[in-house]
């Protein structure tokens, strides 16, 4: 793959979508939403698995009392956007352009391919909506992307949320405040693991066998700014498997494992990043992203952070946070979200002590904070800097794994470096 005439391809595909959407003037400060008894009014696009979920989300907080409303369902494979319009009673289309012209529409939920996230949310932004982004915030590859995704949030004052939703979780908290208050000094080392048995996640179910492009599936909207392929149903359904569309357990399970660390720690742009694994266990079919994967990121602040990942294997091993006075342990982070059962503080000096974690439904939590901040304009607790962040270390990661290099990153110029 000639990596500059991606890059360029890409880039000439976002300035084609910028112009989509009319570019918004600079926008108040307060929504049209913030009367905290209108509801707010949310369009789906991208219709899939964690797109209906975060629907039933959403029903679940208007049946609970919060003031807000599924206007429409947008998908580019027309069967997809019609069940779903109608298990919820909305309006469906599979042109996201016409959600975004809408001026009923107060916010959008974006859960489609991890490289289409970020001309999408671009898009939204400058027709004036408010976005909850699932993560990733973008593709290992459009670093400048996922940059001007957040400038223009920024600059034209959108509310984003990015959907690391570990960092609404309760239990993450007091890992926040123990390390904040100095309870193991200074933070130098982080060691976590993501752990499945199982190919499931990125050898995704073929919803039709014989689906073609056409009117009912805009392939080319699909592709958007990756390589011009032939169709195949597998592309198509089983994304999560390519290069071109995902990165594999680096942006997809890793911003489970990194982001509540990242928050906790209050860290930014990482100095460098190496990286390896690779396709170990699962090599009898087309899979292009790892099934194996390790990362060490070093930061400005004097501390790294490993992770490691594999998908051949589902025994769990207690993540660390090491300080020069002491350590915090993470009892049972199975599902790395809702929490964890307990954190246990290991000083130098002194006894242990075992405090009480707990677990909550971080996605509807996180939609809570999501849909307080559309009201107040406040920053989500994962706001678009924060996924800029975020995003900028894992690609730093799959970058030098692909390329077989270190990653630095140049932050004079925020570029990234290999």
């Known amino acids: 793959m000639n990596q500059e005439r991606k890059t360029m391809d890409r880039r000439t595909f976002v300035t084609r979508a910028a112009g989509s959407v009319a570019a918004a003037a600079v926008l108040p400060a307060v929504g049209r939403a913030a009367d905290e008894k209108k509801p707010i009014r949310i369009a789906l696009i991208g219709c899939g698995g964690r797109g209906n979920h975060h629907l039933r989300v959403i029903a679940g907080l208007k049946g609970a009392g919060e003031a807000v409303e599924i206007a429409a369902a947008c998908d580019i494979y027309r069967p997809r956007a019609e069940a779903t319009a109608k298990a919820h009673g909305v309006k469906w289309t599979m042109k996201r352009a016409e959600v975004l012209a809408d001026p009923a529409i107060d916010a959008v939920c974006i859960a489609t391919t991890d490289h289409t996230h970020g001309p999408i949310a671009i898009d939204a932004v400058r027709a004036g909506k408010d976005v909850y982004c699932e993560k990733p915030m973008g593709h290992w590859s459009q670093f400048e992307l996922s940059k001007q995704f957040y400038e223009e949030t920024r600059k034209l004052n959108r509310v984003v949320q990015i959907g690391n939703q570990g960092n609404s979780s309760l239990a993450w908290k007091k890992v926040n405040e123990l390390v904040q208050k100095g309870a193991i000094g200074r933070v130098q080392h ?16 073929i919803a039709d066998p014989e689906a073609k492009p056409g009117p009912d599936l805009d392939w080319e909207a699909f592709l958007g700014d990756a390589p ?52 170990f266990k699962y090599t009898t079919y087309d899979r292009e992203v790892p099934d ?8 400005p602040e004097k ?75 406040e920053k989500p607790v994962s706001d678009v800097e924060f996924g800029f962040h975020v995003q900028t270390a894992l690609n730093m990661a799959l970058l030098g794994y692909l390329n077989k290099k270190v990653a630095q990153f140049d932050l004079a110029k925020e570029e990234i470096v290999l």
């Open 190 to 205: 982080v060691q976590a693991g993501f752990y499945r048995y199982g190919d499931w996640g990125e050898r995704m179910p």
């Open 303 to 377: 501390l790294s952070i490993v992770l490691v990942c594999t998908l051949t294997n589902e025994y769990h091993t207690e993540p660390a946070i090491r300080g020069d006075e002491g350590t915090l342990t993470l009892q049972n982070p199975a599902d790395w979200t809702s929490g964890f059962d307990s954190v246990t503080l290991w000083p130098r000096k002194g006894a242990k002590q075992v405090i009480a974690g707990g677990r909550v439904d971080a996605t509807s939590a996180h939609w809570q904070n999501f849909l307080s901040c559309v009201r107040t304009r």
């Open 292 to 299: 194996t994967f390790n990362m060490c990121l070093d930061y």
């Open 228 to 279: 011009k392929v032939p169709f195949t149903v597998n592309r198509f359904f089983s994304w999560r498997k390519y290069l071109d569309y995902a990165g594999g357990p680096c942006t997809d399970l890793f911003p489970h494992v990194f982001t509540p660390f990242v928050s906790a720690l209050g860290l930014k742009f990482p100095s460098l990043a190496v990286a390896s694994g690779g396709i």
